[in-house]
């Protein structure tokens, strides 16, 4: 299996248009790598693609990826798209994949009823692009070779879907993660998950890698950053340190590699120099980076 790290970055990424915290700043001079917006892609024989999850930056990282360009005149090597949640940064993509290409776009039923709701979407033609529904644990052949399975974790309703009241921990279709297989290899990508329980350390243990949600360092440095209001559960994002957060809650899981994805620019593991990122680091934990390939 090949995975390449389309973009690092959560929603609005690294440096985002309307923000000038330290990251941003020094993403914007060059002492840090800047970071595009959430997604992968993934390939069980080098040759055929999927897309999981469409970020509004998906242009320049097609741009930026050799094995997703065409082979010929007009082509794709990308098969289909799978979208985790309906959140914009994982759904605005999906826009740039509108130019007479066919591929499948797998979904769970309540993603596509949040697409179906946007008008704009129909721009993807349903002549060539086939919405497919995928129930929660059911297998499907993503592209050739290689075999994904969805299931729900703590999440929410795309931001731009809430109501008065917003369950951050929703158990359901709109938050998913995904477990990817392609000859007998086994690798968890969750860009998004409001808590770790036990559960679903069960689930991932023994997988040869782990993508995981790594939005934010603790769960109200936005707040105390001046940044804005929510914090990280409110967001629907469990935090990377502290007793509940992911660092430690999947501390004693065997896996083969294990890699923090969907970077928010106010989490100090953004800059490479940083004694959070030091820390992750002593506890087996890779940062992701655009375009950064693994073969799990
Ligand atoms: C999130 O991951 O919390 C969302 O991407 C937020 C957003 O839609 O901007
Ligand atoms: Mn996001
Ligand atoms: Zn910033």
């Not at 309307?18 to 992968?40: D, K, L, T, Y």
């Not at 897309?51 to 998906?58: K, M, T």
Request: hydrophobic content about 45%; aromatic content about 4%.
């Amino acid at each position: 299996m090949r995975i390449v790290i389309l973009g690092s970055g959560a929603g609005g990424g690294v440096p985002q248009w309307n923000c000038g915290c330290r990251n941003c700043e020094a993403a914007r001079a060059g002492r840090i790598p800047a970071m595009s917006q959430s997604g992968i892609a993934v390939s069980a024989n080098g040759r055929d693609w999927a897309l999981v999850n469409a970020s509004p930056d998906l242009r320049q990282q097609l741009a930026a990826t050799p094995a997703l360009r065409p082979g010929g005149l007009r082509g794709s090597p990308i098969r289909s798209v799978l979208v985790t949640n309906g959140d914009i940064d994982h759904v605005a993509g999906l826009l740039t994949l509108r130019e007479g290409q066919g591929f499948d776009l797998f979904a769970t039923p309540a993603i596509h009823a949040v697409l179906a709701a946007n008008p704009m979407l129909a721009a993807l033609d349903p002549r060539l692009v086939a919405r497919r529904e995928l129930a929660l644990e059911e297998s499907f052949e993503l592209a050739p070779g290689l075999v994904a399975r969805l299931f729900a974790v703590p999440g929410k309703v795309p931001l731009y879907m809430e109501g008065e009241q917003v369950e951050t921990d929703l158990m359901g279709e709109q938050t998913v993660g995904v477990e990817l297989a392609a000859e007998g290899r086994r690798v968890f990508y969750i860009p998004g998950c409001a808590s770790v329980p036990d559960w679903l350390c069960e689930r991932i243990s023994g997988a040869d890698a782990l993508l995981f949600d790594g939005t934010l360092w603790t769960d109200d440095e936005m707040v105390r950053a001046g940044l804005g209001a929510k914090t990280g559960r409110r967001m629907g994002h469990v935090p990377v340190s502290g007793p509940d957060g992911s660092l430690e809650g999947l501390r004693d899981l065997a896996l083969g590699a294990r890699i923090y994805v969907h970077l928010n620019n106010s989490n100090p593991l953004v800059d490479p120099a940083s004694p959070e990122r030091a820390m992750a680091q002593a506890a087996g934990w890779q940062i992701g980076h655009d375009g950064m390939e693994i073969a799990p």
